[in-house]
Each structure stands twice: as structure tokens, then as C-alpha cells.
């Protein structure tokens, strides 16, 4: 797995943004910056919005106000089309229960990302495959998602979100509903992804999964950003 | 394969159930819709097309040449109005006897032509030759009914004995003659002549008529004899399979419905069911757009799949169909089939139909942010019918049952598209069983299987049968006398022509003595109470645009009778009409009864009847009265109706069956966590299955009323038969209620598999899972 990156340069700028339910906001004026090659953290305790905010940078869901600009592009010029184009070519997102297609064997959910950007499916299947097999479950291939265990899901979902080689990924609680072993496998394939130079947003309540994965941490409470600090990986 | 199509693929493969349900209501509607079209398009466009090729006569006139000269009838052909003419030939009528190869016996109207072509009525000659010399003779026949042997160069004889030669067999759409000699063979003073017009319009009787009226203004009084419109011949062509019409449409629309409710149903639930999944497509890059084709696309898979199953079972049931329609009518030039147009139609159209019905919750899915969606992973509760729920729960009614009674309440849509389904099926029953009673009844009024009615026939010396010993009167005194009689009606058929219809002649049948049961079944006017009077069927009436209280004339070996028409029976041939036995004296005196209908008296036995009717004279026949005349098949009907009420209540339990499951899926936690607290896998299964029995019940006292009034439409739409009151108030209270079983019986039938399964729920499984 090899990237061209401009090291340094903003990969998510994010300025004022508020998202409110109802009268109760989840976001209350976060401003963020993630440079490239960057493993970013975000921690803080349930309901503080730390999910809100990945949601808004993988165009998932609008802000109330404020901006979120990726890669430049100012994702609130973008409509719904448009986000579906940003997401399938910007960004890959590995899920906490993996959002796997339950209709479609381990090779076709991974090979669907790359087909949606016009790659023929034999194309898509092979390069699948190989993907499959740096992650270790190519053997895995053909098994329906309810067949596999969480940590082989999880691993076919990342391999879903890198399919289209994205420079950012997006991951939420990755091994929030996996057992420890599973989620040390986890941790490491995030590890070797950033050292191969994709930049890492991961939500997390882990703390050893944001001191293993991340270089920086970002803590939220209240739907604001309380502090930010450089961290020390550990092996 | 594009994305989308991988997406869908995948759905449809692992949806079995939504996917064979989506076939199957695709299938039936498909089938039905191929049907009534099929029928609509016979009915007309092979008459249409062939009456077209041969630019047919809007009116066949015929006139009195003792009143109006050629000229006269030649200037008619410049008035304004006319778009076509031809004419005048000189006619006249042939008496073919009785076993002749080359036409039936009984009068045959002879036109003069020196050819088969001109501007109007283009005969086409099917076998042999137009005439070319006098002596020769061409019959006018239908490429559905090939000449017997020996027909061509059979002799027939003009009046004066001049001898004819059979040379050809045409056919006139416009039934312009039964029959064609070069003119000259008619110029030894012919009684009339004929006139064959085309009018620039004529696409109703009224402007015809207007047309006709315009042209002839300036003609002296009484010259114009008869005429017959193209619109008479168009109906008797069209008539039969027009009675099939009703039936067919009302379930080619029932099917239609259900077909809307069951897709619509099918994936709204497949969408509020598949939030997940919508969330996953979408957060995977699907654009909006994509998501819809890959909902329209699950759709539509099945859809074509039964809809060209349905275009092939449609075309199977079509034959018979079209057959029983047209048996016995004179098809002319026209091929009786189904146009290209019906299956494309079909087949463009319901695929098109259950996308559209899928296409509201398909855009329901385009909206949904993909943040809920992923999040709520099945449509959130947003806590609908509660207070329903807490009404219920107040009462003394078990647990289970309260709790299953209130579930529809909180998905008020998908319980409204089940109820639907359940309604228009339970609609379909009643229909069905009414269409059934109906034509039963209607089969007992015409004396169908009554063991008490005897036929006594003469026997007949031409069919190889004794003779019988008694004459007319001695039989009927006879007849009377033997104990058991009640009553004794003396008839005769004879064959007696129509002044100024060139169709072929009617059977008369001359009565006299007691009323028969025949006078049971006039729905409008009377019976016969004198001479001068006749009874007619519908038939008789709509092939020749004639009403009770209008006058024809019967014309037998030159002598002509008039009567009043003063009675409709409620069926019959267009060809079979009634009359007193004082009109047959008028006419010809001496013609004896050859058949007595005989009512028996209650309790008297009908086999010891017969022998005693044989010992009497075993020139008598005594047959049980068989007739039952009927111009609609009732096993077609019954059997279609059977069929079509099997397929959509099959149909509708399949709908029922997919909302309990969906309810199941999406209720899964709940049933965990209510199993958790100790409800058992019956009260489960109770539970589930009372909330579609609410439907259910709801659905079958709703769908009674509209089949009830689909029953009355069907059956005053049937243009030739009138059914009489007796047979259509065919609904009692014992068929009423266990109607209103087929509803609960048919949301029963749905639930009970998908709550069986839910009773079975692992509950440590289900509570992991979410």
C-alpha cells in the first residue's frame, strides 16, 4: 500500500461549526485543522459530539453553520450528489458494526466501492482480492458478512474503505465491538496505514487505541474541543 | 456490472420472498390485462381491419323498384353526406332446399353484380370464380366456414325455375347478399334493388340514420324498403365476446390494484426494513439517484420476469377464451386473434406500473440522510399508536391479543396497504361466489337439470327415427291426460325470414296451449297474449336496433305477417324468436306442433313419465329439458373467476405474510426483550397474528360492499343477457358471513408462518444482535 501525499499541507479545515437537534446543539462552535499524514484522535464521553463531527467531514450529514473544507473543497457548496462523488473519491470510513452489505459476499463489498467509480468488475474483484490478502482474509472472500466474525468484518471493512486508495480515513470506535485481540490487529493495520501516509480521523472512547494509533488527541465535552495534544505513539 | 446493477442483483437473490411475491402479483395482473385486451382488441379490430380492406357498406339499403326508378337511386349517390356508393343491383330471394351442399335452406337474398369490386362492398372471392355468364352463381361464405363437398357446381333455381350453377364462394363484409349472379340474370322485373352506401360519418347509429334520412328525402314515400348499418353487423360480430368483456376487465383491474398494493407495500417495507442498507450505500458513494435505481431495479426484476410469464399464461388462456366468444359467429374475412399490440402494451405497461408504485418509497429511501440511516438501522419508532395501545391495554382482553390488536396502529401506512391487499382479494370472493350464484341461478330460471320439464319430441322420418302414429292434436290430448301433466305447450320451430334483413332466417318457434316456463324469464315487457305478436331475445334486439313495442314483418313463402315485438326473454341466439300459434296460422295454417314441452306436477316421477309418453306412441321422444341456450359460457367464467380468485387471495395472504414479517424484523428487539420478561412462543405467536386478524376482519367487511357492487355491474353490463332479479339477488346473510371470514382467513393464512417464527426467536440472539 503506497501513497503520493503532499506531507504538511490542511487535509480538514473546520471553522465555527455548530450542529444543532432540535434546541439541543451537538456541535457548539468546533474549529479543527488536520494536516496530511497526520493520526488524529478525538476522545471525550458519549453524547459530546465527537461522532457529529466525523459524520460532517464525511459529508454525511450538514452543519447548522460553520464551514468544513477537505482537501479545499468546501463540502456545504456540495449537494447531495455531490457528496455521494466526494465520499466515493475523497474519503474511505471503517464503522464501529462495520455497515458491511449483508446482501453481498466479503469480495463483492469490497469490490462495490471501486465499481461505483466506473472500474469494470473483474478489475474491481482482483484488485478486492489483493487487498483482501494483505489484511488476511482473502480465504474469507466468498463468506456472506453474517458468516464472518467481527474482527474478519471489521477487516473487510477497512479494505472496503481503501479501495479507492483515499488519502483520508475516516474511522468510529473501529474496535468498539471487538474482542481484544481483533482489536489489536485493528489498531496495528491503522498503524501501518498512517505510516504509509494516509492521514487518520478515528473517534474513540479506547485510550489505548488513541496513545497506539494517534499523534495527536483532540478531547471533546459539550460539543466543543476542551484540548488538543501531541502524542507519543507506542508500539 | 455497474454498481447499481451489483447492488440490486444482490438484493433480489437474497429477497426471495419480497422477489416471488413482486413475480406473482405481476404475474396475475399480467395475465388478466393480457385477457381483457386481448378480448377488447378481437371485438373489434379484426372486424374493423377486414371491413376496412373491403370498404364495407355503412348501409346496405334496400328499395322498392315499383316506387323509384335507377335514376333516381343514381342521383342519391351525389347528395352531399356520401363518401362512397354503389348500386343499384336488382335482388331478389331463392328458396334453397333442404340438403343442398352450397348454402343452409330456407331463403337466400340474390344480388345482381357483374363484379366483385367498386367503391363499396369489395367481395372477395375465396374459392372459385365470380360469375361470368347467366346461369352461374357465386354464395356468400366466410373463410371460417369452408363449402361442403360438392358445393361448387351444385345446382340451385332462381324463382321461375331458372336454373343456377355454384361457380364461387365470396365473402361481403357488409353481408350486402347472401348470394351473387350477374345482373343480368335478375333484369326479368326484379321487386327491389339495393343501394350500398358510405357516409362521411357514421360512427353512430344516429348519424346514419341522419345520413340515410338526407339522401332518400327526395325520394317518393315508401321507396325505401329496409336498410341494415354496418353497426348491426359489427355487433353481431362483436357481440359475444363483448359479454366477456365486463368480466374480464373488472379483474384485469382488481389485479392491477392489488399489483399496486402488494409493490408498493413489497418495498416500503423492503425500504423502511433496508435503512441500514440505504446507509451503507449511500455512505459508500451511491448518489441519490443510484439509490432509487437500485430500489426501482429490485422491482423490476421480478416485475418483468412475471410479467412475461403473465403475457405467456394471458396468451394460452386467450384461445380458449377467444374461441368460446366467437363460436358461431360469422367471422367473414376477418381473423380472429390478438393484435402485436396487446403483449407490448402488456408488457411495456406493468413493469412500468410497479415502478411507479415502487417509486414513492424508493424516493423516500433518495432522502434519508445517510446519518439517520445508519444509525436508526430500521425506520425509527416515532411512537404512533400509543394511545391506541394504552385503550387496549386497559381492557380485559389477554396481553397478547391487546398488544398484537394495537400493532397496525403504529405503522398506519403498511397496515393500510396490507388491509388493501385483503380487501380487493376478499372483493375478488365475493365477485367470484356471486358470478357463480348467478349464473347458476340463472342456468336453474332457463330450466337447466329440472328433472319435473319434458321435452316430447315427434320423431323425425329424415333422421332415421319412427314416425309417430298420433297426429298434433291427438298427442297434445294425449299428453294432457297422462297423470303427472301439469301443464302442455304445443310448439313448432319454422324458419321465417325478416323483411329487410339480409341475414339468414329466423327460428320461430309457434306456440300454443299453456304458458310455458319460457314466460318466467321475460325481464321486460309480456308474454304473448295474442296473434301479431312476438318475443325476442336481447341479441335479437341489439343486432338489429330494434325495441320492444317496435314492428317487424315475418315473411314464409310469400306471405307476409307483421308483429309487435312485446317482450325481451333474458337470453337466447339472435336467430331465435317466439310467437303464438295464431301468427303460424296466418302464415301457414297447416304446419302441425312437432315438440311439447310438458310440466310435471310436484312428486310425480319423470322416468315412469317418459315410458308412459313411449308406450303411448313410440314415435314420441321425452328428453329432460336441456336447453339451457346460454350465449356466455358459464364454465369459462366460472372456471377464469376460480382461477383468478385463487391467484389474488394467494396473492394477498403473500402481502399479509410480508408485513408480519417486516413487523417481525423490525420488532425483533422488542419480541427479545418481551420473550425476556417471560411472554411465551404462543402468546407470541397470538400476538403477531391478532394484529393482521384485526386487518383482516376490517378488510373482509369492506370488500363484501365493493364486490357486491362489482357483482351488479358485471352482471347489468352483459349486453346479451338480461338476468333476471331472482338471479342477481343471489346474497344472503349464512354467504355473508362466511365472506366476512375470508378476510380474517386470508390475514390468518399470511401471519401465522412469519408469527410462528417469531415465537422462535432466539431471544440472547436477537438482544446481541442489536
Known amino acids: 500500500?503506497?501513497?503520493?501525499?503532499?506531507?504538511?499541507?490542511?487535509?480538514?479545515?473546520?471553522?465555527?461549526?455548530?450542529?444543532?437537534?432540535?434546541?439541543?446543539?451537538?456541535?457548539?462552535?468546533?474549529?479543527l485543522e488536520i494536516r496530511a499524514g497526520e493520526s488524529v484522535a478525538v476522545m471525550g464521553p458519549s453524547g459530546c459530539g465527537k461522532s457529529?463531527?466525523?459524520?460532517?467531514?464525511?459529508?454525511?450529514?450538514?452543519?447548522?453553520?460553520?464551514?468544513?473544507?477537505?482537501?479545499?473543497?468546501?463540502?456545504?457548496?456540495?449537494?447531495?450528489?455531490?457528496?455521494?462523488?466526494?465520499?466515493?473519491?475523497?474519503?474511505?470510513?471503517?464503522?464501529?458494526?462495520?455497515?458491511?452489505?449483508?446482501?453481498l459476499p466479503a469480495l463483492d463489498n469490497v469490490a462495490l466501492a471501486a465499481q461505483l467509480t466506473g472500474t469494470p468488475a473483474r478489475q474491481a474483484r482482483l484488485r478486492a482480492l489483493e487487498l483482501l490478502e494483505e489484511l488476511g482474509v482473502a480465504g474469507r472472500r466468498d463468506n456472506y458478512p453474517a458468516t464472518l466474525s467481527g474482527g474478519e468484518r471489521q477487516r473487510v471493512a477497512v479494505a472496503r474503505a481503501l479501495m479507492n486508495r483515499p488519502a483520508l480515513l475516516l474511522a468510529d470506535e473501529p474496535t468498539g465491538a471487538l474482542d481484544s485481540g481483533s482489536g489489536r490487529?485493528?489498531?496495528?493495520?491503522?498503524?501501518?496505514l498512517n505510516r504509509l501516509g494516509h492521514t487518520l480521523l478515528i473517534v474513540t472512547h479506547d485510550p489505548q487505541l488513541a496513545t497506539r494509533c494517534a499523534t495527536r488527541l483532540v478531547e471533546f465535552a459539550d460539543g466543543r474541543v476542551v484540548r488538543q495534544s501531541a502524542l507519543e505513539t507506542t508500539p | 456490472m455497474s454498481a447499481v446493477w451489483q447492488a440490486a442483483r444482490a438484493a433480489v437473490r437474497r429477497r426471495r420472498l419480497q422477489t416471488v411475491v413482486i413475480g406473482l402479483v405481476v404475474l396475475a395482473s399480467s395475465a388478466t390485462s393480457m385477457l381483457a385486451l386481448g378480448l377488447l382488441d378481437a371485438a373489434t379490430s379484426p372486424f374493423d381491419k377486414a371491413f376496412g380492406q373491403q370498404n364495407g357498406a355503412h348501409v346496405v339499403a334496400v328499395f322498392d323498384t315499383a316506387k323509384v326508378s335507377r335514376a333516381e337511386l343514381e342521383k342519391t349517390t351525389r347528395q352531399e353526406g356520401v363518401e362512397a356508393a354503389a348500386g343499384p343491383f336488382d335482388q331478389t330471394i331463392i328458396a334453397v332446399p333442404k340438403g343442398s351442399p352450397a348454402a343452409p335452406a330456407g331463403p337466400l337474398v340474390v344480388a345482381g353484380r357483374a363484379d366483385p369490386a367498386g367503391a363499396v362492398d369489395r367481395v372477395e372471392v375465396v374459392q372459385g370464380r365470380w360469375p361470368s355468364a347467366p346461369g352461374e352463381i357465386a354464395i356468400n361464405q366466410g373463410f371460417n366456414v369452408p363449402p361442403k363437398p360438392g358445393a361448387l357446381g351444385s345446382k340451385l333455381k332462381l324463382p321461375g325455375g331458372t336454373s343456377l350453377t355454384v361457380v364461387g364462394f365470396a365473402t361481403s363484409m357488409s353481408r350486402s347478399a347472401g348470394a351473387w349472379v350477374l345482373p343480368e340474370q335478375l333484369a326479368l322485373a326484379p321487386a327491389t334493388s339495393q343501394m350500398l352506401y358510405r357516409f362521411a360519418s357514421a360512427a353512430t347509429e344516429q348519424q346514419i340514420r341522419t345520413s340515410l334520412a338526407t339522401i332518400t328525402a327526395a325520394l317518393p314515400e315508401g321507396a325505401l324498403s329496409s336498410s341494415r348499418s354496418y353497426l348491426?353487423?359489427?355487433?353481431?360480430?362483436?357481440?359475444q365476446s363483448e359479454d366477456y368483456l365486463p368480466f374480464m376487465t373488472l379483474f384485469g383491474v382488481l389485479g392491477l390494484v392489488v399489483a399496486v398494493l402488494i409493490v408498493g407495500n413489497v418495498i416500503s417495507g423492503a425500504v423502511i426494513s433496508g435503512f441500514r442498507h440505504i446507509g451503507v450505500l449511500k455512505a459508500l458513494g451511491f448518489t441519490p439517484n443510484q439509490v432509487v435505481a437500485v430500489y426501482l431495479t429490485m422491482v423490476c426484476l421480478p416485475a418483468v420476469a412475471g410479467c412475461v410469464l403473465g403475457i405467456t399464461l394471458g396468451a394460452l388462456l386467450t384461445k380458449p377464451v377467444l374461441q368460446a366468444a366467437f363460436e358461431g359467429i360469422e367471422t367473414g374475412t376477418a381473423t380472429i386473434g390478438t393484435s402485436a399490440w396487446v403483449p407490448i402494451v402488456v408488457l411495456i405497461a406493468m413493469p412500468a406500473l410497479a415502478a411507479l408504485a415502487a417509486l414513492i418509497p424508493a424516493l423516500r429511501a433518495r432522502r434519508l440522510s445517510a446519518t439517520r440511516a445508519l444509525n436508526a438501522g430500521s425506520a425509527p419508532r416515532t411512537g404512533r399508536g400509543l394511545r391506541a395501545q394504552r385503550l387496549l391495554g386497559a381492557t380485559r382482553l389477554p396481553r397478547s391479543l391487546s398488544l398484537g390488536l394495537g400493532q397496525p396502529f403504529a405503522r398506519p401506512g403498511r397496515s393500510l396497504m396490507a388491509m388493501g391487499a385483503v380487501i380487493v382479494a376478499v372483493a375478488t370472493v365475493t365477485l367470484s361466489t356471486g358470478l357463480t350464484s348467478t349464473l347458476v341461478a340463472f342456468a336453474e330460471a332457463g330450466g337447466t337439470g329440472a328433472a319435473t320439464e319434458f321435452y316430447v319430441r315427434a320423431g323425425r322420418t329424415g333422421l332415421g327415427q319412427p314416425t309417430r302414429k298420433l297426429s298434433d292434436q291427438e298427442t297434445e290430448k294425449m299428453l294432457r291426460a297422462l297423470p303427472g301433466t301439469l301443464k302442455v305447450t304445443a310448439g313448432v320451430f319454422v324458419?321465417?325470414?325478416?323483411?329487410?334483413?339480409?341475414?339468414?332466417?329466423?327460428?320461430?318457434?309457434?306456440?300454443?296451449?299453456?304458458?310455458?316456463?319460457?314466460?318466467?324469464?321475460?325481464?321486460?315487457?309480456?308474454?304473448?297474449?295474442?296473434?301479431?305478436?312476438?318475443?325476442?331475445?336481447?341479441?335479437?334486439?341489439?343486432?338489429?336496433?330494434?325495441?320492444?313495442?317496435?314492428?317487424?314483418t315475418l315473411t314464409l313463402k310469400g306471405k307476409q305477417e307483421p308483429a309487435t315485438i312485446v317482450g325481451e326473454v333474458m337470453d337466447g341466439g339472435?336467430?331465435?324468436?317466439?310467437?303464438?300459434?295464431?301468427?303460424?296460422?296466418?302464415?301457414?295454417?297447416?304446419?302441425?306442433?312437432?315438440?311439447?314441452?310438458?310440466?310435471?306436477?310436484?312428486?310425480?316421477?319423470?322416468?315412469?313419465?317418459?315410458?308412459?309418453?313411449?308406450?303411448?306412441?313410440?314415435?314420441?321422444?321425452?328428453?329432460?329439458?336441456?336447453?339451457?341456450?346460454?350465449?356466455?359460457?358459464?364454465?369459462?367464467?366460472?372456471?377464469?373467476?376460480?382461477?383468478?380468485?385463487?391467484?389474488?387471495?394467494?396473492?394477498?395472504a403473500l402481502g399479509v405474510f410480508n408485513t408480519v414479517l417486516l413487523n417481525t424484523r423490525e420488532r425483533r428487539r422488542d419480541l427479545g426483550m418481551l420473550k425476556s420478561i417471560g411472554m411465551t412462543p404462543r402468546q407470541v405467536t397470538v400476538m403477531m397474528t391478532a394484529s393482521m386478524a384485526l386487518l383482516g376482519t376490517v378488510g373482509g367487511l369492506l370488500g363484501i360492499p365493493i364486490g357486491i357492487a362489482g357483482h351488479r355491474i358485471v352482471v347489468d353490463s352483459v349486453g346479451s343477457i338480461v338476468f333476471p332479479e331472482s338471479a342477481k339477488a343471489v346474497w344472503h346473510v349464512p354467504q355473508l358471513a362466511l365472506l366476512t371470514l375470508t378476510g380474517l382467513a386470508i390475514a390468518v393464512l399470511g401471519a401465522f408462518a412469519p408469527a410462528r417464527s417469531a415465537a422462535r426467536l432466539t431471544i440472547s440472539k436477537v438482544l446481541h444482535t442489536e
Not at chain 2, 232 to 239: I, N
Not at chain 2, 498 to 509: E, F, K, N, S, T
Not at chain 2, 628 to 651: H, R
Open chain 1, 185 to 192: 490487529q485493528v489498531m496495528d493495520l491503522l498503524i501501518e
Open chain 2, 232 to 239: 348491426s353487423v359489427k355487433a353481431a360480430f362483436s357481440g
Open chain 2, 574 to 652: 339472435p336467430r331465435f324468436i317466439w310467437s303464438s300459434w295464431q301468427t303460424l296460422a296466418a302464415l301457414a295454417p297447416k304446419i302441425p306442433a312437432d315438440l311439447y314441452h310438458v310440466q310435471l306436477k310436484p312428486g310425480a316421477d319423470p322416468k315412469a313419465y317418459a315410458k308412459a309418453v313411449r308406450s303411448a306412441d313410440p314415435g314420441l321422444r321425452a328428453e329432460i329439458d336441456a336447453d339451457l341456450g346460454e350465449s356466455i359460457s358459464t364454465p369459462t367464467v366460472v372456471g377464469f373467476a376460480s382461477i383468478f380468485t385463487v391467484l389474488l387471495t394467494l396473492v394477498a
Open chain 1, 52 to 103: 457529529t463531527l466525523l459524520n460532517m467531514v464525511a459529508g454525511l450529514d450538514r452543519p447548522t453553520s460553520g464551514t468544513i473544507l477537505v482537501h479545499g473543497q468546501d463540502l456545504g457548496r456540495l449537494d447531495e450528489t455531490g457528496l455521494a462523488l466526494f465520499r466515493r473519491r475523497q474519503i474511505g470510513m471503517i464503522f464501529q458494526f462495520f455497515n458491511l452489505i449483508d446482501d
Open chain 2, 495 to 552: 324458419g321465417v325470414d325478416l323483411a329487410g334483413y339480409q341475414q339468414q332466417p329466423l327460428d320461430v318457434q309457434f306456440l300454443r296451449g299453456d304458458t310455458p316456463s319460457l314466460a318466467d324469464q321475460i325481464v321486460k315487457g309480456r308474454w304473448l297474449e295474442g296473434p301479431g305478436e312476438v318475443i325476442v331475445p336481447p341479441a335479437f334486439l341489439s343486432q338489429r336496433g330494434l325495441k320492444i313495442g317496435d314492428e317487424i
Open chain 1, 1 to 31: 500500500m503506497t501513497m503520493d501525499d503532499n506531507a504538511g499541507e490542511p487535509v480538514i479545515r473546520v471553522e465555527g461549526l455548530r450542529k444543532e437537534y432540535g434546541s439541543a446543539a451537538a456541535l457548539d462552535g468546533v474549529s
